[in-house]
């Protein structure tokens, strides 16, 4: 399993995933699901993959090599816009799908592929999207400024209550990090070490990149300290007057 | 959708359920998902069912009616132990299952039901079971004093970290709320108002019932004063000091 989160606000991006990929519960290993498309001053995009591992690594490398759209050889680093950028994905998605869908089908095993994509061409908006198996895609919004995919829903409620599109980018990294340690409480399949990404809007560059381990301070002051919290919230709360 | 979850505690047992069945999320009623079957001082039981709506009230109305096992009529007024009980909806699924199995597979429905059993007859341990579409069944132990049903992801994070089995009543009466109000406030498909029991070991009857509405002062404060707390430990967080 996986759990990715971007964060779209108004001063930037905020992108973190974990790490872990399983075949089986028994077979576990460390995979990077973030991938970096930069070309300092001129863009910067940035790519997290959940769902099958084959179909996720296939479309990541189709975008690195190139995907021939009849006129010429289109790459994330070619792209025009962050629209094109998102389609070029879908595509990627797509010729996938044609070569290895039908063995999938004939195996029954699912085609599963969900893909976050955000960042920036110089003088372009910001943007941030995610794209579905079928190729297709949505785009957060000030009035949805997070997406999610994989493993997201112990991860939600923090993000449903506290998050918004003026939230600022460094308290956008203590939410995405409580979200994130909800879901490694949770579910065992989602792992560390986890990758994070800052991008400050019309930087065209990544302001942090960090891959965070189990021994980082700043996760250690997430998760002791978010549990601590939790339980003092917990029992700030009146009890029921109602039960002796 | 359902969230149900039950609680087996040192000192009692805590129920919470939600009303809310839809069949579309265009097509939403108001069903009650929790039965509670009583003979003063001699046993009471709790049962809470999610999933297909035909598949619980068809159990439910089977454990009422009573299951001829060959002898006797069965039913959970009857059941010698907590452990037959379970058996008895376990019973009470399969033969479900015999009669709508071949239909639902023909339509490609979903055989869908889980079901929460809890109680104690007199002289007898206090045991909280979870059953299965499968008519098998776990039972809640001191480790994991709580099972859930349904939607039962955005609630979880918060038992996780804070629930024991040595937790008051009363303290699990709050954490049931925070838990159902996590999830309502996620999906739409679980909705108020909610059903909640409380049960003191060997006292042989419920303490507390209470169908909780939005009006109630208890929920309110619920409500409002967990998103609050949960904004508050966010904020007490410091920002990771590598980020400007």
Not at 34 to 55: C, K, Q, S
Not at 219 to 234: D, F, P, T, V
Request: hydrophobic fraction near 40%; proline fraction near 5%.
């Amino acid at each position: 399993m996986t759990y990715c989160v971007g964060l779209y606000l108004k001063d930037g991006l905020v992108m973190l995933s974990d790490t872990r990929t399983n075949a089986g519960i028994d077979n576990i290993s460390v995979f990077s699901k973030m991938h970096i498309y930069e070309i300092p001053d001129e863009r910067f995009l940035t790519v997290m993959t959940a769902g099958n591992l084959g179909v996720s690594q296939a479309v990541v490398n189709m975008l690195h090599e190139g995907i021939d759209t009849g006129e010429r050889l289109e790459t994330l680093y070619t792209v025009p816009s962050m629209f094109r950028a998102a389609q070029l994905v879908g595509e990627a998605v797509r010729r996938v799908y044609r070569t290895d869908g039908p063995t999938f089908e004939a195996q029954q095993i699912k085609f599963d592929v969900s893909i976050l994509l955000g960042g920036q061409l110089r003088g372009r908006g910001m943007r941030l999207f995610q794209i579905y198996a079928a190729g297709n895609f949505i785009e957060a919004t000030p009035d949805t400024p997070f997406l999610q995919i994989g493993e997201t829903k112990y991860g939600k409620p923090i993000l449903d209550r506290v998050l918004q599109y003026d939230t600022d980018p460094a308290d956008g990294v203590k939410l995405v990090m409580v979200s994130m340690d909800s879901t490694l409480r949770s579910n065992l399949t989602v792992g560390l070490p986890i990758d994070l990404m800052v991008y400050r809007r019309d930087a065209m560059k990544a302001e942090t990149r960090r891959r965070i381990t189990e021994s980082d301070p700043y996760y250690q002051i997430i998760h002791n300290g978010w549990s601590e919290a939790l339980r003092e919230a917990y029992r700030a709360i009146p009890r029921p007057n109602w039960i002796r």
